[in-house]
């Protein structure tokens, strides 16, 4: 590879992507999980700072965020979910940065970075690739109802609220179809590296 590379592993829930970067981890690849990232920030002290001013301090117990009574207040409102995205978001990509700049800085050539919330956010334009994995709604309903033991029609609607397939088409670089078996997913991801990895 001539150059280092942030590539984005994206698409809806129940469409597979943390099995892909589960198969690329085994592989000794560093995938960054942004909803894991997400969690660490909130033992940040400027991050919990900020949220304490406008979420109230009893949001902090014993050093740490209490996560259920942040998210009730949270989604109280439209303004105040805006507000707590708005809060975490850099403290969420300056975090990524940092992790990727110290596997690149250890001679690592791909990072990746697998998150439902990366097409038309902030963090869209630090990526050099993306990989958007596709499924079909029933397909994705089915998983969804099978690991979070919800219904077919939460799963639906947590499904609809999410950026459509169409728009992050438009961005793909490499688009997997997961409609089938776990070893079809594997063999598609499998091609995307060495396609990556000849640039």
């Known amino acids: 590879m001539s150059k280092k590379l942030t590539v984005a ?16 981890t085994s592989r000794g690849y560093k995938v960054i999980d942004c ?17 304490a001013e406008h979420f ?3 949001i902090i117990f014993e050093g740490q965020i ?5 998210s009730m207040r949270a989604f109280a409102s439209e303004e105040n979910l805006q507000k707590l995205t708005d809060i975490t978001h850099p403290f969420i990509i300056a975090e990524i940065l940092r992790q990727a700049n110290e596997a ?11 998150g ?13 690739k993306f990989i958007i994995v596709v499924a079909a709604l029933e397909t994705q309903c089915a998983r969804l109802m099978k690991r979070d ?19 992050m088409l438009k961005k793909a670089d490499y688009v997997i179809n997961n409609n089938t078996y776990v070893q079809s997913l594997i063999l598609q991801g499998e091609l995307i590296i060495r396609q990556l990895e000849a640039l």
Do not use: M
Not at 9 to 24: E, H, P, R, V
Not at 122 to 127: I, K, L, P, R, S
């Open 9 to 24: 592993i994206t698409g809806q829930s129940g469409c597979g992507k943390s099995t892909l970067s589960a198969f690329y």
């Open 35 to 51: 909803d894991v990232v997400a969690k660490e920030i909130r033992s940040f002290p400027e991050c919990q700072q900020q949220l």
């Open 56 to 58: 109230g301090a009893d």
């Open 66 to 70: 209490d996560t259920k009574l942040l």
């Open 104 to 114: 690149f800085e250890k001679g690592d050539e791909l990072v990746f970075v697998d």
């Open 116 to 128: 439902a919330v990366i097409i038309g956010h902030d963090f869209e334009q630090y990526c050099d």
């Open 149 to 167: 033991n919800i219904t077919y029609e939460q799963a639906k609607t947590r499904v609809l609220k999410q950026t459509p397939y169409s728009d």
